[in-house]
T-cell receptor, first 116, second 112 residues
Framework: AQKITQTQPGMFVQEKEAVTLDCTYD???????LFWYKQPSSGEMIFLIY??????QNATEGRYSLNFQKARKSANLVISASQLGDSAMYFC?????????????FGTGTRLQVTL | KAGVTQTPRYLIKTRGQQVTLSCSPI?????VSWYQQTPGQGLQFLFE???????NKGNFPGRFSGRQFSNSRSEMNVSTLELGDSALYLC???????????FGQGTRLTVV
């Protein structure tokens, strides 16, 4: 089974609108972390937001928020007030376990296109 | 503070050659992980180093190897290059454990 599932290969959103990118995950660990990254065409992977499995509040970073629904194993990224510069690939990722291992498992990504 | 630095940014090699990629993590970060990104396979974990020790390894052939130095800088080496090794290689730096992971700009390797 896929550990990270992103079901939207591509999304369009108009400038200034909000958009939600879906991510579901599968793990039997109680302690894990969920990440969202943005990858523009230049290739660099830009860290956006992080949610720990024990965090009770949804993570927020500026225009980014993570809608964390633990029972449903979902960690959707919400981008408010979209900008043209938000056009990029977006990856959801998970790190499992409470030890010091740092392996990330990525989803297949969602390509977001922001239009005028 | 300085981010994660990967060198070189671009590389063209011939089949059968070997290549070494370098990654300097954020100051104070002791964990360095390497990932391969291809259009067909997506992002795949190669290996992770923490305090000069390999802690975790992905499902890649032995041609892929790495090491970490005492200053936390890491190198990965690919020997006997194949066309399928053409990819974007990304390095991630973390303090260790379940914390934010920051990536470098990647090295784009083309094997011809």
């Amino acid at each position: 089974a896929q550990k990270i599932t992103q079901t939207q290969p591509g999304m369009f959103v108009q400038e200034k609108e909000a958009v939600t990118l879906d991510c579901t995950y599968d793990t039997s660990d109680q302690s894990y972390g969920l990440f969202w990254y943005k990858q523009p065409s230049s290739g660099e992977m830009i860290f956006l937001i992080y949610q720990g499995s024990y965090d009770e509040q949804n993570a927020t970073e500026g225009r980014y928020s993570l809608n964390f629904q633990k029972a449903r194993k979902s960690a959707n990224l919400v981008i408010s007030a979209s900008q043209l510069g938000d056009s990029a690939m977006y990856f959801c990722a998970m790190r499992e376990g409470s030890g010091t291992a740092s392996k990330l498992t990525f989803g297949t990504g969602t390509r977001l296109q922001v239009t005028l | 503070k300085a981010g994660v630095t990967q060198t070189p940014r671009y590389l063209i090699k011939t089949r059968g050659q070997q290549v070494t990629l370098s990654c300097s993590p954020i100051s104070g970060h002791r964990s360095v992980s390497w990932y391969q990104q291809t259009p067909g396979q997506g992002l795949q974990f190669l290996f992770e180093y923490f305090s000069e020790t390999q802690r975790n390894k992905g499902n890649f052939p032995g041609r892929f190897s790495g090491r970490q130095f005492s200053n936390s800088r890491s190198e990965m080496n690919v020997s006997t290059l194949e066309l399928g090794d053409s990819a974007l290689y990304l390095c991630a730096s973390t303090l260790g454990g379940i914390t934010e992971a920051f990536f470098g700009q990647g090295t784009r390797l083309t094997v011809v």
